[in-house]
């Protein structure tokens, strides 16, 4: 099956900084998400994005579905950035998502 | 609107015991999935329903059992209950059967503890 590989695993940051997460995956997809998962255990959607640029006020992100990877930015970081933000990819023809790794992600005031 | 909800938030069973979570899609979402998130790692899918049939199934065992009904919303059961089974428990929906335009939507996830 696909594998989806995300980095770093870990980022600490001073509130203000900014970020790029990045996923690797393994074969063409049809679809690619990438969520915030809060302390709560809920799975936020940040983007639907599996090629091409979208920005969502200080979150952006960016697929190069032919080079198989994706970059989410995180700017101006918040402590309520916060959490673990995981990309999601499907390729199977039915509505699998794989996930990667995931990032854990500590922004301090 | 709602987004999609899921009963219990937690709960507490016993090794051999049956549980069933519950699921409601977000309205007008025909497509649920259930997933499985054991602490320290991602989800993992265990099944996809539209429109009542089983569309895709993860590498789980028979004790995992699902069904969806006529107003969409789902249920997942689980059997013979183990103590690996402990996990975070989700579910999403989706509008349809697509792949190509869909996004995925979870919702906050049944925390299932097996003593």
């Known amino acids: 099956g696909i594998q989806v590989e995300q980095s770093p695993p870990d980022l600490i940051l001073q509130e203000g900084a900014n970020s790029t997460l990045r996923c690797n995956f393994s074969d063409s997809v049809n679809n690619l998400q990438w969520f915030h998962q809060n302390p709560w255990g809920q799975l936020i959607n940040l983007f639907y994005i599996p090629s091409g640029t979208k920005q969502n006020g200080r979150l952006s992100a960016t697929t190069v579905a032919t080079e198989r990877y994706s970059l989410l930015y995180i700017s101006s970081s918040q402590t309520t950035d916060s959490g673990v933000y995981f990309c999601?990819?499907?390729?199977?023809?039915?509505?699998?998502?794989?996930f990667g790794t995931g990032t854990r992600l500590l922004v301090s005031p | 609107d709602a987004g999609v909800t899921q009963s219990p938030t937690h709960l507490i069973k016993t090794r051999g015991q049956q549980v069933t979570l519950r699921c409601s899609p977000i309205s007008g979402h025909k497509s649920v999935s259930w997933y499985q998130q054991v602490l320290g790692q991602g989800p993992q899918f265990i099944f996809q329903y539209y429109e009542k049939e089983e569309r895709g199934r993860g590498n789980f065992p028979d004790r995992f059992s699902a069904r969806q009904f006529p107003n969409y919303s789902s249920e997942l059961n689980v059997n013979a209950l183990l103590l690996g089974d402990s996990a975070l428990y989700l579910c999403?929906?989706?509008?349809?059967?697509?792949?190509?335009?869909?996004?995925?939507?979870f919702g906050e996830g049944s925390w299932l503890t097996v003593v």
């Open positions: 999601a990819v499907e390729n199977t023809g039915f509505q699998k998502l794989v």
């Open positions: 999403a929906s989706s509008p349809d059967n697509a792949v190509a335009g869909n996004t995925i939507y």
